[in-house]
């Protein structure tokens, strides 16, 4: 999404998209932090069912971005449109993030495991998610800068599948982390 902002709305659409996603990030923590963790935490059988249907989920996103590598483009297709006003480019962002089933995981199945166990859940997960919308938000500042800059070699549909199978080889891995993590 970031992306597709960036080379066909621009950086400032880009901009504002990210701006978007990082609040969903800080509002799946605080969903997370009041109480949504300490049910899969306190209930194994809660945990497990997300988990796998995680697991299940990301596999099934990294299947399909390796079968984009069929299309010239791969999946980084620019055809279509990018939300370029300031208050549609946030909305995409946010609403990509809320709906996005890798955000909820995260956010509670993944953030509160590192949160030291003498430091208060609730605080570790919010303070985690706000780092996590932080690290976000720089990642995505970077890749939006250095679309602007290398927009003509990104152009090139190897470059395209290339990043389409990078795309799915991440999502690999962050299934198979997501299977072997156990609640806190």
């Known amino acids: ?5 960036s080379l066909i709305g621009g950086r400032r659409a880009a ?10 990030l800080i509002l ?16 194994h059988t809660a945990f497990n069912i997300l988990k796998y249907a995680g697991v299940i989920f990301l596999f099934g996103l990294a299947v399909q971005t390796l079968l984009q590598l069929k299309k010239e483009f791969g999946k980084f297709d620019v055809d279509g449109g990018a939300k ?3 208050g549609a480019a946030y909305r995409l ?8 089933v890798k955000a909820a995981v995260f956010a509670v199945a993944f953030i509160p495991q590192f949160v030291p166990h003498h430091f208060s859940l609730g605080w570790g997960i919010f303070f985690l998610a706000c780092v996590q919308a932080s690290v976000s938000t720089s990642w ?10 290398s927009a003509v070699f990104l152009a090139r ?11 799915a080889a991440g999502i690999i891995l962050l299934a198979i982390g997501l299977l072997f993590s156990h609640p806190r």
């Open 157 to 167: 549909p190897k470059v395209r599948r290339t990043l389409t199978g990078i795309s």
């Open 93 to 100: 962002g946010l609403l990509t993030n809320l709906t996005n």
């Open 1 to 5: 999404m970031v992306l597709r902002q």
């Open 15 to 24: 901009f504002f998209s990210v701006l978007g996603n990082s609040s969903g």
């Open 84 to 86: 370029t006003g300031a």
């Open 140 to 149: 995505y500042t970077f890749l939006i800068l250095a679309v602007d800059k």
């Open 28 to 43: 799946w923590g605080a969903l997370s932090s009041i109480g949504l963790s300490a049910v899969f935490a306190r209930s």
